[in-house]
């Protein structure tokens, strides 16, 4: 089966995550008002992961503003933010993130470039053999490992893969396609937000449920899904092709113009622009060297993220400006210019 | 006067125009039911004028496209096209039109770049000798030259200048500048109809009454009216840059951008982009060469001027590809990239 995604997947899966929930015996969750010692937790998580390479520790009561830099980054939550001994422990690479005191004790996630569950599973699961050696993790013979939340229970597992959709969001047939695996158990939701999916064309594909399934059973689950949808956007994609080819071509090449020469540029419009370049990569209507870098791009335009680069609060029409100049100066280094026109 | 005017009507006058009407003591009115042996007034206006360089006849009942096309250009109205024995004699520089047969039997014109109606006058003045010569135009002591409509009675004259008057425009003093000359006797009156003034900038300034004057007294009121919209356009450019310049910046980069990028593009936005061009050359913003050749391309994409390149009427989309691919060449042409950012 991976065979077979592996061939209609290219430009289409985006990024695959891999996270796992567990809890600790002898503590009460920690969503729980009044939960104790949570902060005792912190430490043997990054003790241990310490010893199997570059980690860095984050504690949530310290620098707020790279704290919002990491929510950016999606390595942590809003959430963890707000709780009270939040702390994360994030690989150099940024493709571990472990956060200690969200929603359960432990959540680990692994993320990877591309379509690459099954190797971001494998990840996460060494290093949870790792902390389970070290720490008590809460598990029932019938329920499997406990959870916060209900949802979570059994494997703690959340399978989910980032994929690029323009072409079934633009023809509309996206909302069939989120009907139809729903009943599947697996869930499809526009990643920026409600209403804004047009924009972004990102939508995060993932398993409902983690009880009474083995994590291959899910990732395999997932992917089938994945391997679907991708086949539907390949499809549509062709189609918008033979029947619009001009009208494209001119939305993806206005986009290029403008972002390569406005002075500044609010954050939506940069979103619907950028994913207008997205989308002409993808159709192979311009060349982009590294489309990876623009998701790098999207991160680094973000409010805090722009703050811990300036190395202070800027004002929004500073933020636009920086925004705009990002933008060019990115597209300069990864558009083939003979690719246009 | 001149002197003074010439220091600051630098990119705001782009054309002065003169007219005179003339008609021709034993046939009655053009535009007279009936009227006839018209035809016989064209023959001997084209051979005085083919005397004295080359000229070009046009009659209106050959090429429509043609017609239509020299219409764009503002060397012939869209009366004459309609008129029965209709015809213009053009010079090849396009800078005298004479036509015959539209609403007077003979409507002679000059226009040159910038501000310079005293030479424009001085060209007809010799062409109108030369014809005076040949026939026997309708003239009483009292009234002047007698005209078809009773405002051009007189010296027939009607001087004009074209000027681009972004500032006065965006900040809205436009309306009270056109009631004040308005009071004098001059008019001003946005090029690109009503309601679309915003859209280019353009206005002309001309003389409402050619009776009880000399022809140089006409010329001094729309001079020093000119002059004086050119010293309030200069001062609100001067406020624009002052308060607004990053703003007009990235309105002027993003004209340029979708100029020189897009694949396609509407009449009407690109009269709105080439206008922010205008405004960016007008401003310094951007460094353009050669500022006539815009004027020249605003002429070339026209439908008419479209159709005679093409060989053959072409659809709305093609025009649209046709437009967005001469706007994209010229701007490579004559934008100075070293002054975008």
Do not use: W
């Amino acid at each position: 089966m991976t065979e077979n995604i592996n061939s209609v997947i290219d430009n289409i899966a985006v990024t695959s995550r891999v996270r796992l929930a567990r809890n600790i015996n002898g503590y009460v969750f920690p969503v729980k008002k009044g939960a104790k010692r949570l902060e005792e937790i912190i430490k043997p998580v990054n003790n241990e992961l310490s010893k199997i390479g570059k980690f860095k520790l984050y504690l949530m009561s310290g620098n707020q503003t790279e704290a919002l830099a990491l929510k950016e980054k999606h390595l942590i939550s809003a959430d963890l933010i707000k709780s009270a001994a939040g702390a994360a422990v994030i690989s150099e690479d940024e493709s571990v993130s472990v956060m200690i005191n969200e929603e359960d004790h432990i959540r680990q996630q692994c993320v990877l470039k591309g379509y690459n569950l099954e190797k971001a599973y494998k990840t996460l699961n060494k290093i949870d053999d790792l902390l389970s050696k070290k720490m008590s993790f809460a598990f029932d013979d019938k329920l499997g490992y406990l959870t916060s939340c209900p949802t979570n229970l059994g494997t703690g597992m959340r399978a989910s893969v980032m994929l690029f959709l323009p072409a079934v969001t633009l023809n509309k047939s996206i909302n069939a396609i989120i009907n139809a695996v729903n009943k599947i158990g697996i869930t499809v939701r526009g990643v920026y937000g409600e209403g804004s999916n047009a924009e972004g064309y990102m939508y995060q594909v993932s398993n409902q449920v983690s009880l009474g399934l083995t994590e291959y059973d899910i990732i395999k689950n997932v992917e089938t899904t994945v391997f679907q949808i991708c086949e539907a956007e390949q499809s549509a994609r062709k189609k918008m092709l033979e029947s619009n080819a001009l009208e494209i071509k001119d939305i993806v090449f206005r986009a290029y113009g403008i972002l390569t020469n406005c002075v500044k540029i609010s954050s939506a419009e940069f979103m619907k622009l950028i994913s207008n370049i997205k989308l002409g990569a993808a159709l192979s209507i311009i060349k982009v060297s590294n489309v990876y870098k623009i998701s790098e791009l999207i991160v680094k335009v973000q409010p805090a993220n722009i703050t811990l680069a300036a190395g202070r609060a800027l004002s929004a029409e500073e933020r636009d400006i920086y925004r705009a100049d990002c933008a060019a100066k990115l597209l300069d280094e990864i558009v083939d210019k003979n690719s246009l026109k």
